[in-house]
């Protein structure tokens, strides 16, 4: 079984690392077009006059999509270029504390209610202090997204004699019992 397990995770960090390379190459070829596409649109915008709204809602709509299209491809990149974790003894707790503190704004807008559930004398954990927190606002956010009418969203922190557990949890519908197994698999989403 052990040894079965650490082919998984060969296998795994082999499909990892090719998709890695290949996010890198994509995301160099879409990066030159797409910049060359949005300084033609400001050009193109200058030469049409403000009052023409059909165009100026088309040049709204082609930039929206230009943008998109650049902020996927950063996200690629960002995983292409990723680094191993740097693991130190960290707060996990605090990290907690301060990650909601940052998002509570934004899920309040949304009439989203942020719970904290915190367990006192949290020990500190070997963690990426950075990829933790980022990890903490990608499902707070998720969380919001989850809920488009608002609710409520519980971050918690536990832990017993030998581990500490982050939990978030939110009101919506929950993520299908056959999606489940794919959550892991980058870049896998269930948004449209």
Known sequence: AASGQANERLVSAERLATIGKMAAHVTHEIRNPLSSIALNLDLLEEQVPKGDAEAQGLFRAIGKEVERLSALSRNYLLFARQKPPDHELEDVAEIAREAAEFVRPELERHGVKLVLRIASDVPPVPCDEAQLRQALFNLLRNAREAMPNGGAVTLGV????????????????????????RLFEPFFTTKA
Not at 158 to 181: F, K, M, N, Q, Y
């Open 158 to 181: 536990s832990h017993d004699e030998s581990h500490v557990a982050i939990t978030v949890d939110d009101e919506g519908p929950g993520i299908e019992p056959e999606l489940r197994a």
